[in-house]
């Protein structure tokens, strides 16, 4: 695992210059890579790679990057792992191929001399990306795992491309301009990430998942990225391709996959372990690492003191049962709150997933002794494991037969674009307070006014995962579905539609952006034995029922699970790796987030509009109802501004 960064001006560049530029870029990500640094620089072509290395196979220096390949045509800076090198080294040995160590990126060179860069990225079962010059041809190849694990960004500042797997890479490079992008600000306020290809920054884009970039100085220095696989098509074919058996067929069939799935990343030359939360997910990774390893696998969790955060009791038993070597950590309040400060410079660009806190805190327990780390990510996407993938189905089932015209009209009719604050809807309020308790109660009408409005379940599934119906950068778009995604039609099925809204937006932009700064913050590597792309094709080839039953999402995993833990320990309803931040804003917190929703400040600024967000936090101090998710997303941009406005604060972040 690495961090890698570059740049490439085709006019030339001076050496000396260059590699000053190139090593300050690939020091910032030092936490990606603590083990090694490399540098190679063509100053006549102008192509500058830089890397820092987290040594996981083969430690030897024969491991180092940027790496040559063996005739001397191609140098790769690389970050990830391929699974499958072994089969792709024994084949590639069997022609002819020559190695000198024991790397999967040597394995990538020469598949690649041998394949070609697209062929290749065909047949690696991995997650990576990747920087590949092409001494022969002048071509620069940037490439990005299939579902999109390992981030890779790039642009342009004037003739110059920069490109590396974080932010503040690209921001050392003295080129760089950090002009906000307000359609991505926009973007961000509306789901709480900025979704790909955006970037905050105005001409960043982030490579998008299962996709490759070549340009050419003789072209034009120009291109666009082209994909070499697709989960929207993956989806379609295995929709168009039902699993033919008995749901017992399936269960064997998954197990087979996901265990060999979870074997292939059990190889390292480093201490490994596995997060385990005591859910589906995590049990059913963890129970197949115990059933093929030959010691107690490493476990760990974070628990909290409040109840209804807390899984560690859960993760105790379960680990008690398979027999894992289990360490757990309950964190303080005072613990959690701590991390807040690091959030924008550990993820240089806004992002507003509150469980952003405990994952970073459980990956910080878990580098305390492992380098390696299992998890169980990617479950809900592929196997119907949020409550959206119910609800929103059943909403467009009851709507989808009453004339579009007749709902939007009953829609204007509701009225409650003036929502909780509103003399109509804090009448609501006050009401729904006396009679039942119950909170926002009028949002949730205006809510159902937004989705009587709707025109397909993709519609429905943007409505229900929006934050903010008007952003509150005056200044941006709010993105449509079509800006987005693809959409892909799935036959119609609205639960496999927005399952794979999910798995090309949320997973990609939210889940694994997540997972991925929070670990390599610590210097800590994380695998995803569900994002096998064997297991993405098999899933897609699953019918919904046998993915939601009952009401209960991931149906079929939790039978592959029962298998090895019994259903007690691990049959409960789904709770979130979240945080109380809706209490925290009304009292620990409430200085800090006061400070950065301050009026004049925000007046000063100019960015945001002062009036909505002042009435959210108003509302939400006074307990009327709770604006915590809109709020949260309004901090973190916030923060993330003041921080990038302190260059010397970023590189003290690395």
């Known amino acids: 695992m690495c961090g890698i960064t570059g740049f490439w001006n085709p006019a030339g560049v001076n050496e000396q210059e260059a590699r000053a530029i190139v090593v300050r870029m690939a020091n910032v990500i030092h936490h990606r890579g603590p083990d090694d640094g490399g540098d190679w620089i063509d100053p006549q072509a102008g192509i500058a790679l830089g890397s820092r290395r987290l040594a996981i196979l083969d430690l030897t220096p024969l491991g180092h990057q940027p790496m040559q390949s063996i005739d001397g045509r191609f140098v790769i800076a690389f970050n990830g792992?391929?699974?499958?090198?072994?089969?792709?080294?024994?084949?590639?040995?069997?022609?002819?191929?020559?190695?000198?160590?024991?790397?999967?990126?040597?394995?990538?060179?020469?598949?690649?001399?041998?394949?070609?860069?697209?062929?290749?990225?065909?047949?690696?079962?991995?997650?990576?990306?990747?920087?590949?010059?092409?001494?022969?041809?002048?071509?620069?190849?940037?490439?990005?795992?299939?579902?999109?694990?390992?981030?890779?960004?790039?642009?342009?500042?004037?003739?110059?491309?920069?490109?590396?797997?974080?932010?503040?890479?690209?921001?050392?490079?003295?080129?760089?301009?950090?002009?906000?992008?307000?359609?991505?600000?926009?973007?961000?306020?509306?789901?709480?990430?900025?979704?790909?290809?955006?970037?905050?920054?105005?001409?960043?884009?982030?490579?998008?998942?299962?996709?490759?970039?070549?340009?050419?100085?003789?072209?034009?220095?120009?291109?666009?990225?082209?994909?070499?696989?697709?989960?929207?098509?993956?989806?379609?074919?295995?929709?168009?391709?039902?699993?033919?058996?008995s749901a017992d067929d399936a269960i064997d069939a998954l197990d087979h996959l996901l265990r060999d799935a979870v074997k292939m990343r059990m190889e390292a030359d480093v201490p490994l372990g596995a997060f385990l939360s005591g859910g589906i997910d995590s049990s059913l990774v963890v129970a197949l690492m115990q059933a093929q390893a030959t010691r107690p696998v490493r476990t760990f969790t974070i628990g909290f003191h409040e109840s209804k955060y807390n899984e560690a009791e859960y993760a105790k038993a379960v680990s008690r049962h398979l027999g894992t070597e289990h360490t757990e950590l309950y964190v303080t309040p005072e613990q959690a709150r701590a991390v807040i400060p690091h959030l924008p410079t550990l993820y240089d660009e806004p992002f507003a997933d509150t469980s952003q806190i405990p994952t970073y805190l459980v990956c910080q327990l878990a580098r305390q002794s492992v380098t390696v780390s299992l998890s169980g990510d990617a479950g809900d996407e592929l196997f119907g494991g949020y409550r959206r993938h119910q609800l929103g189905p059943s909403i467009w089932r009851r709507m989808r037969w009453v004339p579009y015209g007749v709902r939007?009209?009953?829609?204007?009719?509701?009225?409650?674009?003036?929502?909780?604050?509103?003399?109509?809807?804090?009448?609501?309020?006050?009401?729904?307070?006396?009679?039942?308790?119950?909170?926002?109660?009028?949002?949730?009408?205006?809510?159902?006014?937004?989705?009587?409005?709707?025109?397909?379940?993709?519609?429905?599934?943007?409505?229900?995962?929006?934050?903010?119906?008007?952003?509150?950068?005056?200044?941006?778009?709010?993105?449509?579905?079509?800006?987005?995604?693809?959409?892909?039609?799935?036959?119609?099925?609205?639960?496999?539609?927005?399952?794979?809204?999910?798995?090309?937006?949320?997973?990609?932009?939210?889940?694994?952006?997540?997972?991925?700064?929070?670990?390599?913050?610590?210097?800590?590597?994380?695998?995803?034995?569900?994002?096998?792309?064997?297991?993405?094709?098999?899933?897609?080839?699953?019918?919904?029922?046998?993915?939601?039953?009952?009401?209960?999402?991931?149906?079929?995993?939790?039978?592959?699970?029962?298998?090895?833990?019994?259903?007690?320990?691990?049959?409960?309803?789904?709770?979130?790796?979240g945080m109380p931040i809706a209490d925290w804003l009304r009292r620990p917190l409430r200085e800090w987030a006061e400070s950065l929703l301050d009026e004049q400040r925000l007046r000063r600024e100019g960015l945001l509009d002062p009036a909505s967000i002042r009435r959210k936090w108003t509302e939400h101090l006074s307990g009327q109802t709770r604006w915590d998710y809109q709020l949260w997303t309004v901090l973190m941009f916030q923060a993330w501004n003041e921080a990038q406005r302190m260059p010397e604060v970023l590189a003290r972040s690395a």
């Open 408 to 577: 939007r009209a009953a829609a204007r009719v509701l009225g409650f674009s003036q929502g909780p604050a509103g003399p109509v809807g804090r009448t609501i309020n006050r009401l729904a307070r006396r009679l039942t308790g119950k909170r926002n109660l009028s949002e949730r009408i205006r809510q159902f006014a937004d989705l009587l409005s709707t025109r397909s379940p993709a519609d429905v599934y943007t409505t229900l995962m929006t934050f903010w119906r008007q952003s509150p950068s005056p200044r941006g778009r709010l993105l449509t579905v079509g800006d987005l995604v693809a959409g892909p039609h799935l036959g119609g099925d609205a639960t496999h539609v927005m399952m794979s809204l999910d798995a090309t937006g949320y997973l990609p932009d939210d889940i694994l952006v997540k997972v991925d700064r929070a670990s390599m913050g610590v210097s800590l590597e994380t695998r995803i034995p569900l994002l096998d792309p064997r297991v993405i094709d098999f899933a897609w080839r699953l019918p919904v029922k046998w993915k939601i039953r009952h009401g209960e999402g991931k149906w079929l995993l939790r039978q592959l699970l029962y298998r090895y833990v019994p259903p007690a320990l691990v049959s409960r309803p789904k709770q979130g790796f």
């Open 81 to 245: 792992e391929i699974y499958n090198f072994h089969e792709l080294r024994a084949e590639l040995a069997a022609g002819g191929a020559t190695f000198r160590g024991r790397s999967d990126t040597e394995v990538l060179l020469a598949a690649i001399a041998r394949w070609g860069v697209r062929r290749t990225l065909e047949r690696c079962n991995g997650m990576f990306a990747l920087a590949l010059w092409d001494r022969e041809t002048r071509a620069l190849h940037l490439a990005r795992d299939r579902a999109g694990e390992k981030p890779l960004y790039y642009g342009w500042s004037g003739q110059t491309l920069i490109f590396g797997s974080e932010l503040k890479s690209l921001r050392a490079h003295p080129a760089f301009r950090s002009d906000i992008n307000r359609t991505a600000l926009a973007a961000f306020f509306q789901r709480g990430y900025v979704p790909g290809p955006l970037s905050i920054y105005r001409g960043i884009y982030k490579l998008p998942p299962g996709s490759a970039l070549t340009l050419r100085a003789d072209h034009g220095f120009r291109g666009a990225p082209i994909p070499y696989w697709s989960m929207d098509e993956a989806a379609e074919a295995g929709v168009a391709r039902p699993f033919k058996g």
